[in-house]
């Protein structure tokens, strides 16, 4: 079955609010990555967390990994219409570093 | 410099026919990974690939589909007598090295259509 599941699937939310998307993940892992895919497009990458690391923060974006609870949660603050997007998560756990991806949660930013 | 190209972007085959989907990875990058992506799904993974071997191809189809990467050249997802469950999105990723401390840099997909 998939490696990692997120929650919600779908999101929807005011621009200005916090978005909160959640990442869980079934064996044991080197890093957990979140990626955004605008709709028909390819991915872009946002941040990497590595197995050792608890929080990390790039900008508005906040990741956490609880590798005890096998999650991960990705905070956006102050939303804008732009964050519209599907975000994965994608552990890797094998030495060729090939990615698990999560099936996604969709966030719609309303002006 | 430029990131990763994959050509086509859309490609339309008929059931039966072949498909050759294209990737070239950054600059410098030797490693290349695949993932397929159908309609409101996550990827999965394919098959990852340095010049001249293929390293890890458990995600593969045992049937029809095959992949390269050259030498010289891009690398190349070769899909026949495509089926209609075939039709998806797949992207390719590269990355300057192998293993976990490395970034995957994503291109733009190639949207395949089985009609």
């Known amino acids: 079955s998939q490696q990692g599941e997120e929650d919600p699937q779908a999101l929807s939310i005011q621009e200005g609010e916090n978005a909160t998307m959640n990442c869980s993940y079934k064996?044991?892992?080197?890093?957990l990555q979140w990626y955004r895919q605008n709709s028909g497009r390819g991915l872009v990458h946002l941040i990497l967390?590595?197995?050792?690391?608890r929080e990390k923060h790039s900008g508005r974006l906040r990741v956490t990994l609880d590798t005890s609870k096998k999650s991960s949660s990705l905070l956006i603050t102050a939303s804008r219409a732009a964050d519209t997007a599907s975000y994965f998560c994608?552990?890797?756990?094998?030495?060729?570093?090939?990615?698990?991806f999560g099936q996604g949660t969709t966030l719609q930013v309303k002006p | 410099n430029a990131g990763v190209m994959q050509n086509p972007r859309h490609l339309v085959r008929r059931r039966g026919q072949e498909a050759r989907l294209r990737c070239s990875p950054m600059?410098?990058?030797?490693?290349v990974y695949w993932y397929r992506q159908l309609p409101e799904e996550g990827l999965k993974f394919m098959v990852y690939?340095?010049?001249?071997?293929?390293?890890?191809e458990s995600g593969m189809p045992k049937e029809r589909f095959s992949a390269e990467f050259p030498k010289e050249g891009p690398s190349i997802l070769r899909i026949q007598q495509v089926v209609r469950g075939d039709s998806a999105a797949y992207f390719c990723?590269?990355?300057?090295?192998?293993?976990?401390?490395?970034?995957?840099?994503f291109g733009p997909g190639t949207r395949l259509t089985v009609t």
């Open positions: 994608a552990t890797s756990g094998s030495n060729t570093g090939k990615l698990i």
């Open positions: 064996t044991s892992i080197n890093n």
């Open positions: 967390i590595r197995s050792n690391e």
């Open positions: 600059k410098g990058h030797s490693h």
């Open positions: 690939l340095q010049k001249e071997n293929i390293i890890d």
């Open positions: 990723a590269s990355s300057p090295g192998q293993g976990v401390t490395y970034e995957q840099y």
